[in-house]
């Protein structure tokens, strides 16, 4: 049976002048803009208890409510594919993603991704927006993600989320030799000219990357970074703004970069790595039922850990 949702609240004053479906998404982030459309169109979505368009304006104070059904979801086919669960209640579900696998479908992935495995490994979770998947990493870079197991869960992560209070560390192999760690506070946005790629634009959004050296190669380093925000290729990005690209990185990282003094085992490595050395090693948060501060951590892949020895050995 689909769920009734119920959603009462009022429309904040700063955000006079936005279409409803806009303002509809800021209030109620645990709902997808395209789900609110279907609703408006469906006049599931009261305004001051008057039913009312996408389009229209809001001033500001507005009251909303809503009364409707949760879809189960059904354009995602569930398939079995293996995941690394490293922790589970029911309330959270936090996995340990390999490089490779998508997380959500798209054009040109519409099957074989993380949300077709966790409807396959939960059913249940056809009931929640993405199947509970409430962030994402880069197809090509592993690590820890956190699934929603109920809405109660998913409203809880995706409010800290937006309050910056869950806490994502990442290990990054990048080139040149970092000689101290710093933070780097500048826009992102979509690239003026090819829109498949982020970059650093005065007119962007609001991004912080913290970043530390945990240790020194020739012409490499290895950096344990830290987010305040969480932009779309942020570390990706940032890492290249200040000249040094993650190793491997196929979109930001220009052209393969092979020490002169490279012995013929550490040119292989370096060739054959054929992703973003970036690996999400660690995740914290606050649980969403008892409200205590919880956190995991993974080691790296077999792929990344092979070349940080091959680059241990030309020391």
Same mark, same amino acid.
């Given at each position: ?31 997808? *803009? ?70 959500? /479908? ?23 927006? =993405? ?61 003026? =000219? ?69 012995? /013929?085992?550490? =040119? ?13 090693? *660690? ?33």
């Amino acid at each position: 049976m689909p769920e009734t949702i119920k959603l009462e609240g009022n429309i904040p004053p700063a955000l006079a002048g936005r279409r409803l479906d806009q303002a509809l998404a800021e209030l109620f982030p645990d709902y997808s *803009r395209s789900r609110l459309q279907l609703w408006l169109k469906a006049g599931k979505v009261l305004l001051n208890q008057q039913p009312m368009v996408a389009k229209y304006r809001v001033v500001g104070g507005e009251q909303v409510s809503i009364l409707a059904e949760l879809e189960i979801e059904t354009e995602v086919q569930a398939q079995d594919i293996p995941l690394d669960v490293q922790y589970e209640d029911e309330y959270l579900l936090v996995l340990n993603k390999p490089a490779g696998l998508v997380v959500h /479908p798209a054009a040109g992935n519409r099957d074989g991704t993380l949300q077709n495995a966790l409807l396959h490994y939960d059913p249940q979770l056809a009931a929640l927006p =993405r199947a509970g998947i409430v962030h994402r990493l880069d197809k090509d870079t592993s690590g820890l993600m956190m699934v929603a197991h109920n809405l109660t869960a998913h409203k809880s992560l995706v409010e800290q989320l937006q309050a910056r209070t869950v806490h994502r560390t990442y290990l990054a192999l990048v080139h040149g030799a970092l000689t101290a760690g710093g933070t780097i506070d500048a826009p992102l946005g979509r690239h003026p =000219r090819d829109r498949l790629r982020m970059a650093v634009v005065e007119s962007g959004k609001q991004a912080i990357t913290h970043y530390r050296v945990l240790e020194r190669f020739p012409a490499h380093t290895l950096v344990q970074v830290s987010l305040e925000t969480g932009r779309t290729h942020q570390i990706r990005v940032h890492m290249a703004y200040i000249h040094s690209p993650l190793v491997g990185d196929p979109l930001y990282g220009g052209r393969p970069r092979i020490p002169r003094a490279a012995s /013929p085992a550490l =040119r292989d490595a370096l060739s054959g790595f054929r992703r973003q050395a970036l690996h999400a090693s *660690r995740l914290e948060l606050i649980h969403p039922a008892s409200g205590e501060a919880v956190s995991w951590e993974v080691g790296m892949p077999e792929d990344f850990s092979q070349l940080l020895n091959v680059l241990r050995s030309e020391t």
